[in-house]
């Protein structure tokens, strides 16, 4: 398969636009300070990490990207439109996808049904057409089917459309997850702890999927635990800890940066230089 979608060009390098922008983002719980004056930005075409220790606010801070949570203080922008105010299924109409921590599938339905679903989201076809199957609703529905068979085999599954996600592999459902994303043809794609269960060998093909959907157009923000993993495929990282940003930038600055380095080993700055 040549590619997901002949109408997104290649991203190739990052361009350095900001496509989604995080201001200043602080959010409270009774208290307690989840993310404290949190800013970075998303580049198009690029894979970012977003890391952290335990309890760093990684998971929060992605919440309030996506409108799971709306912040205390702050504002997050995608392509200079605020988010604050929208709801989930807006901001994914807009264009951000997700996955989760926590594996959201449809057991009971097929992979392939699963990722139809996902191309569901930006259905155009109104009540009425689909009640009575018109062309316009077949045409939209084929292609749908079409689409979800292409992001299948994409991933990797292809041969397993028809199993019920339910009796997939741990793996395998991960990879039907980014499918299910991908279809709602997102502009900027999120992953949460994506390799989360993996062994070595499933990591190593994991890192060669994410670089291919960013070859195939998309900007990735990648939130992950496995150092290894987060160092060999992205462009740039933002580490939080505590709910405050402490460090940015390309993987090698961030390997041998002292405050990275106290915060993920328990140990002061200055041992750390």
Do not use: W
């Not at 995080?22 to 307690?32: C, I, Q, S, W």
């Not at 609703?137 to 028809?162: K, M, S, Y």
């Not at 395998?172 to 999120?190: S, V, W």
């Amino acid at each position: 398969m040549s590619t997901v979608d002949s109408t997104v060009e290649p991203a190739g390098e990052p361009t350095g636009r900001a496509m989604l922008e995080v201001d200043h983002v602080t959010l409270r719980f009774g208290g307690v300070a989840a993310l404290d004056d949190v800013s970075f930005e998303i580049r198009e075409g690029e894979i970012l990490g977003l890391i952290g220790p335990n309890g760093a606010g990684k998971t929060t801070c992605f919440n309030v990207m996506t409108g799971v949570y709306k912040p205390t203080r702050g504002e997050v922008r995608f392509r200079g439109q605020p988010l604050t105010r929208m709801k989930r299924f807006q901001i994914t109409r807009l264009g951000i996808a997700r996955t989760f921590q926590n594996i959201r599938l449809f057991k009971t339905m097929t992979a392939l049904d699963n990722v139809m679903v996902g191309g569901d989201t930006n259905s155009s076809v109104g009540l009425l057409n689909a009640l009575f199957r018109t062309p316009r609703q077949r045409r939209e529905e084929a292609e749908t089917h079409r689409r979800a068979v292409e992001l299948l085999d994409f991933v990797g599954i292809g041969r397993r459309a028809e199993e019920l996600a339910a009796n997939l592999s741990y793996g395998d459902q991960r990879r039907l997850e980014i499918a299910r994303a991908m279809a709602t043809n997102p502009k900027l794609l999120c992953l949460d702890e994506p390799a989360a269960g993996f062994n070595p060998a499933e990591k190593q093909r994991l890192m060669e999927l994410i670089r291919k959907v960013r070859d195939q157009g998309f900007t990735v923000l990648l939130i992950e635990h496995d150092m290894r993993l987060v160092m060999g495929v992205t462009d740039r990282i933002v580490v939080l800890e505590f709910g405050r940003k402490i460090a940015e930038g390309p993987p090698a600055q961030i390997r041998d940066d002292p405050a990275v380095i106290a915060a993920y080993l328990g140990v002061d700055e200055d041992d750390a230089s």
